[in-house]
């Protein structure tokens, strides 16, 4: 480990970083009420902000900075940002400047250019929290504070990997409290609008189903998971139930959408949701996490096992998962791979499906088709001749 890495030490005094500042060329800094001295930085945990107005991500970020620094400074902490710009002219600095209540930097292409050299910045934006001694404590934290916004403070390697344990201890402990609690909202709602206990939940196999309305593979897999829940809740009495985890673009949005699922909801814009994701390592939507009446993580890849194999694969274990597939396959036994059907013109082949509709009968079919090649006719394997 580097010198200079206590606490005491990263917290007070920077008296070093305002002369790295200086011997860079910087002479004073500036807060939207004027000139700010140097020596104001003492005593304050520095974090130096690299970020450009025509930067989409930048713009994008820094509201979410705003509130942790307004937030942390109302807490007494002693943090202090300091602007350095990419931007290319004096004109983009002050625009960009106007986003920002901390301080800046006095705009100077050949300032600026330094301090990126001497932190190593490559991309932007970037957030590099100081030690006393001026140097980097660790690389950028703007992806620590996208993850875990507020709590990442001080943005130290201790925190983070802190931050890392208390996850991973979510998704393993079994504790639904954990996961869907957050301070005093210890309950979900549904679409009517009735708010069910978390405690409630417990002993339960729960789907947590990360989705938006505005995503046309959630609408599709939503149809295919409500037969299944359908089929589970209502046919088999299964002590079994879904969470949406929502992604949708606003409170209309979510409305409107949970008011359209038999199944329980996150509240809109609850931290929570950011935090599923994150523990859950989210990836792409539509998701299904499935965990056991113990609470443990059965599978992250619900969608797939309903998908293929609907309400059957309850309880979704991989024991349960090999089951299916072996009676699945005991189902075709037998079947021919292919089979010329006075039915149909063309030769039909057997084949996986997830849902059709059978050309001869007209019902539903599901897992498995004889299908022709050339056009688009299904048949079911019963309604061979
Ligand atoms: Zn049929
Ligand atoms: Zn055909």
Not at 158 to 176: C, F, N, S, Y
Not at 358 to 371: L, P
Request: aromatic residues 10%; hydrophobic residues 35%; charged residues 25%.
């Amino acid at each position: 480990m580097a010198g200079g890495e206590n606490q005491a030490e990263y917290v007070n005094g920077s008296s070093i970083t305002s002369s790295i500042l200086a011997a860079e060329g910087v002479e004073f800094l500036e807060s939207s009420e004027g000139k700010v001295p140097l020596s104001s930085l003492d005593q304050k945990t520095i974090c130096l902000f690299f970020s450009a107005n025509w930067c989409r991500p930048c713009r994008a970020f820094i509201p979410q900075l705003v509130k942790l620094y307004n937030t942390l400074r109302n807490t007494d902490r002693n943090l202090e940002i300091i602007f350095v710009s990419f931007d290319r002219d004096e004109n983009g600095f002050r625009e960009h400047s106007k986003l920002m209540p901390w301080l800046a930097v006095p705009f100077d292409i050949n300032i600026c250019r330094r301090l990126r050299n001497h932190y190593h910045v490559v991309r932007i934006p970037s957030l590099i929290p100081l030690y006393s001694n001026g140097e980097p404590v660790e690389g950028d934290a703007v992806q620590l504070i996208e993850d875990y916004g507020i709590d990442a403070f001080p943005f130290r390697r201790e925190r983070r990997e802190e931050l890392m344990a208390m996850d991973k201890m979510k998704r393993q402990g079994g504790k639904l409290d954990d996961l869907l609690v957050n301070g005093s909202r210890d309950y979900v709602v549904s679409g009517d609008g009735r708010k069910v206990l978390v405690s409630e939940l417990v002993g339960k196999t729960i789907g947590l189903y990360f989705g938006a309305h505005w995503c046309p593979p959630c609408r599709a897999f939503t149809i295919q998971l409500k037969e299944a829940y359908n089929e589970l809740k209502i046919s088999q009495n299964r002590t079994f139930e879904i969470i949406f985890i929502s992604t949708d673009r606003d409170q209309e949005e979510f409305n409107l959408h949970i008011t359209s699922m038999p199944w329980l909801a996150i509240p809109y814009n609850d931290k929570t949701q950011q935090d599923l994701c994150r523990i859950f390592d989210i990836k792409g939507i539509p998701a299904l996490v499935l965990l056991g009446p113990d609470g443990k993580t059965l599978s992250t890849n619900g969608r797939a096992l309903i998908s293929s194999y609907g309400a059957k694969a309850f309880p979704f274990t991989e024991s349960r998962r090999v089951e299916v597939e072996a009676a699945l396959r005991k189902e075709v036994d037998g079947l021919p791979h292919q089979v010329k059907d006075p039915k149909h013109e063309h030769v039909l082949r057997l084949d996986k499906a997830k849902a059709y509709e059978c050309d001869f009968c007209k019902g539903q079919g599901r897992f498995w088709v004889f299908s022709c090649d050339k056009c688009d006719f299904d048949l079911h394997p019963s309604c061979l001749d």
